[in-house]
């Protein structure tokens, strides 16, 4: 995101394009600037909206978001790459200035890196406007919106959902299967998710969090869970006298992507 006058920007880069989690990580750029302009030019991005009969129509996830924002949202026509030249420029000096010779090993060391590098960049005199990006930025804040508070778990920003909790005490979010303690079976539980951290809550108790996972189709399981699913089982089968079941799913080796998590 490039500021139009200051030229200021700041970045942070997402492993998806899915609508949730782009509007996570706007919300946390403007809350790094701690104000909103009051304008933002986007491009035809499929989570923003589109051009249909030769107008601009956005999608209610971005106009939900627009909204609660107080501002305008300006959507680039296709095929013109000019008219959103700021963030094509920064995107170029970024590929060629901070990416060679770096390596990351995850997305968090990656914004890690980032941010430091953002900081010495706009520091830099920048030619078009003769000047420092934080020479203007006083200038350029001052007239921005005042960013009004969205709680945690908004449905504007990130993911929200409910379901009631399967027997396999697993819920699926963005393609993941996530561990949920196993005495929530057969009660409706709230998912929520942002970039860093997946949570299910039953009637207002925390019953799983774990750390977001970026790769696909995998199940992250919490000993805990496993653990009292087995202990449930357990004192099921001695209550009915019946012999040991095979392990089930939240018995068996944990994934190597597992996560454990505070419940």
């Not at 995850?106 to 900081?119: C, I, R, T």
């Not at 009915?240 to 079941?245: A, V």
Request: hydrophobic share 40%; net charge positive; glycine share 8%.
């Amino acid at each position: 995101m490039v500021s139009g006058y200051s030229r200021a920007m700041t970045a942070r880069m997402l492993p998806s394009r899915q609508a949730p989690d782009l509007l996570a990580g706007h919300w946390a750029l403007l809350g790094g600037w701690g104000r909103v302009p009051r304008a933002l030019v986007w491009d035809n991005e499929s989570a923003v909206g589109s051009w249909r009969g030769g107008r601009p129509q956005l999608t209610d996830a971005m106009n939900s978001f627009r909204g609660a924002l107080g501002i305008r949202i300006i959507q680039c026509k296709p095929g013109d790459p000019e008219a959103k030249g700021l963030v094509e420029r920064g995107n170029r000096y970024l590929e060629t200035s901070f990416l060679p010779g770096r390596r990351f090993s995850s997305p968090a060391d990656f914004n890690a890196q980032l941010g430091v590098w953002l900081a010495r960049a706009n520091t830099r005199r920048h030619r078009r406007i003769g000047c420092r990006p934080v020479d203007r930025w006083a200038a350029d804040h001052g007239h921005m919106l005042v960013l009004p508070p969205l709680a945690a778990g908004s449905a504007l920003i990130g993911w929200v959902h409910s379901v009631r909790l399967p027997r396999d005490h697993y819920v699926r979010l963005d393609a993941n299967d996530y561990s949920v303690h196993p005495s929530a079976v057969g009660r409706r539980v709230t998912v929520t998710a942002d970039l860093d951290q997946v949570l299910v809550s039953c009637d207002g108790r925390r019953v799983a969090r774990h750390r977001r996972c970026w790769a696909r189709h995998q199940t992250l399981t919490d000993p805990a869970h496993a653990a009292a699913a087995a202990a449930m089982r357990a004192a099921r089968t001695a209550q009915l006298g019946e012999p040991p079941r095979p392990g089930s799913r939240s018995s068996s080796a944990l994934c190597p992507t597992t996560t454990a998590s505070l419940v």
